[in-house]
């Protein structure tokens, strides 16, 4: 399945999604908090069903990414591309944070037009550091 089927199941995330979510952020983002719903949206499979989530914190015209995942049965499906194409969609500027060490995700980011601005030595508590990425819209 392509983005191009994914795009239309895009939405906010809504009271009967919280279980699902929690479950995904926990099981994908260790030690993360928990999202909140009023700042997620969702993927959405043909029976309904969330496959993935983005969080987001507006300030002004920009957004601020603070998780996106994907159900494991459904990466390189084009799940997150179109999450944060969705994204894109509604922000002047967008910013984010990446583990250095997650080379798919920088690709995915990277082939969105994402650019490297910055780095934060050590910053996940195993030692990773993560990669800022910031990208204006086109």
Partial sequence: MTDAHIAGAIGRARFEDALRVRELARAILPGAGEPRLSETWVARDAEGRVIGWLEERR??????????G?????????????LVRECLARASLV????RA???AARRL???LGFDEVGLRARYYSDGDDAVLLTRAAA
């Fill in 70 to 82: 994907v159900d494991p049965a459904w990466r390189r499906c084009g799940v997150a591309t179109a």
């Fill in 95 to 98: 910013h984010l944070e990446v």
């Fill in 101 to 103: 060490s997650n080379a």
């Fill in 59 to 68: 300030v002004a015209s920009e957004l601020y990414v603070l998780g996106v």
């Fill in 109 to 111: 980011y990277a082939g």
